[in-house]
T-cell receptor, first 115, second 111 residues
């Protein structure tokens, strides 16, 4: 399967600051990238679907102006949490699909803590 | 839309025993059913998947069965080992649509 990396693996920031998380597909060009959020002991919740060169599609209830997604190339997507607040503290995970397959391969996740 | 239910939420077994996790889905159009294993602090790892054109798939100690009529699918782990301890998620989707995840099962394998 595809190898996916995320950077940083963990980040601590002050309330009101912005944080950028990178998701890279290391060995395949990703057709589509997904961003998920996972709170402790809960399931993965899809935030948005990101296609290279087009605007991301956000799930209902996810603020597009707060969670900015940029899919600049077939191997890189970024998620920027703007004006972060303590309630944004969570585990953010990206995934990729390759070609026409619906198999999703996940990154290792980024632990965000907002103080 | 699709809804996926997963049971049990926690499962404890003795090393060497089998473990079974069950999921049901609501959308009869769903045709892809993956299972993921997530260890603490890590991203989910795809361990096995099944498509709607088959009823069973096996990979060493892991197997998945699918009953399209009843709209449920199950993960079977035989000869469990302590390193199988993790949270397991089922999911369902139609073609390349987004995955809908179950609520997860925390599996503990005691030596």
């Amino acid at each position: 399967g595809a190898v996916v990396s995320q950077h940083p693996s963990r980040v601590i920031c002050k309330s009101g600051t912005s944080v950028k998380i990178e998701c890279r597909s290391l060995d395949f060009q990703a057709t589509t990238m997904f961003w998920y959020r996972q709170f402790p002991k809960q399931s993965l919740m899809l935030m948005a679907t990101s296609n290279e060169g087009s605007k991301a599609t956000y799930e209902q209830g996810v603020e597009k102006d707060k969670f900015l997604i940029n899919h600049a190339s077939l191997t890189l997507s970024t998620l920027t949490v703007t004006s972060a607040h303590p309630e944004d503290s969570s585990f953010y995970i990206c995934s990729v699909t390759v070609g026409d397959s619906n198999e999703q391969f996940f990154g290792p996740g980024t632990r965000l803590t907002v103080l | 839309g699709e809804n996926v239910e997963q049971h049990p939420s926690t499962l404890s077994v003795q090393e060497g025993d089998s473990a079974v996790i069950k999921c049901t889905y609501s959308d009869s159009a769903s045709n892809y059913f993956p299972w993921y294993k997530q260890e603490l602090g890590k991203g989910p790892q795809l361990i096995i998947d099944i498509r709607s054109n088959v009823g069973e798939k096996k990979d060493q100690r892991i197997a998945v069965t699918l009953n399209k009529t009843a709209k449920h699918f199950s993960l079977h782990i035989t000869e469990t080992q302590p390193e199988d301890s993790a949270v397991y998620f089922c999911a369902a989707s139609f073609n390349t649509d987004k995955l809908i995840f179950g609520t997860g099962t925390r599996l503990q394998v005691f030596p």
